[in-house]
């Protein structure tokens, strides 16, 4: 699998409604790092009945649209909690399934495996893994839901505030095949392979290297650049 890619394709996305009735099938088992047959279009996870098409040609309005869109007559929203007729998983209970996989780790380590878990599940399933938002901190990705539970820790071993049982096969296929790839990897592997990709990089955009920033990695972004990559 290739990770890593000097240059960027542009992706002009096509929302077409709701993937439980737009789903074009995903790649399983040992070929999960082939994208769906169906890209590069991009299928919404708010639930959009009306069914119609959207044409975006940049990451930006993506992001505008999906804020923008009224959900079934509720109210609007980005990310809802609840995909289909289940309910989303939480970052909790990521990070509770990667430590019931591992075994304990630093919570940088922690922090960046949950980004991977994120993007790449973004890009085999058409849809996030958790909703929790993630930010483009100066040592890379870090989900602030997260950091709030393990501030003042170096190491953590168990993870009480997530459930590893709450999540779907669909999504411990995600997380497992990340974990086969970044598993072995350090913390800094980790911290400096995400200062080399484009979601953290155009995320940190006018910050000076270490300098503090809350500025949100959005998963549209995730999705157009790791999807770029297989």
């Given at each position: 699998m290739i990770f890593l890619r000097s240059a960027q394709t542009s992706l002009v996305q096509l929302w077409r409604g709701c993937r439980s009735c737009g789903r074009r099938g995903r790649a399983v088992g040992a070929n999960r790092h082939v994208p769906p047959a169906s890209r590069p279009v991009f299928r919404c996870h708010v639930c959009f009945p009306s069914g119609r098409e959207i044409t975006l040609s940049s990451v930006a309005p993506l992001d505008k649209a999906l804020e923008s869109v009224n959900c079934g007559g509720e109210a609007e929203h980005s990310t809802p909690r609840t995909i289909g007729e289940r309910e989303m998983a939480t970052a909790h209970d990521v990070a509770a399934y990667i430590l019931k996989k591992r075994g304990s780790m630093s919570a940088m380590k922690l922090q960046k495996l949950v980004y991977y878990s994120q993007a790449w599940h973004l890009v085999w399933e058409d849809e996030p893994l958790f909703a929790d938002h993630i930010?483009?901190?100066?040592?890379?990705?870090?989900?602030?839901?997260?950091?709030?539970?393990?501030?003042?820790?170096?190491?953590?071993?168990?993870?009480?505030?997530?459930?590893?049982?709450?999540?779907?096969?669909?999504?411990?296929?995600?997380?497992?095949?990340v974990l086969e790839y970044y598993g072995d990897k350090e913390a800094f592997w980790l911290s400096e392979l995400t200062h080399r990709e484009a979601p953290w990089v155009n995320a940190r955009a006018g910050l000076a290297p270490g300098q503090q920033g809350s500025h949100e990695i959005k998963k549209s972004s995730m999705a157009e650049f790791y999807g770029s990559l297989v």
């Open positions: 930010e483009a901190w100066a040592n890379g990705p870090v989900t602030p839901a997260l950091y709030n539970e393990h501030r003042g820790k170096f190491t953590v071993g168990t993870w009480p505030a997530g459930d590893a049982d709450r999540l779907h096969p669909s999504q411990r296929s995600s997380v497992d095949a």
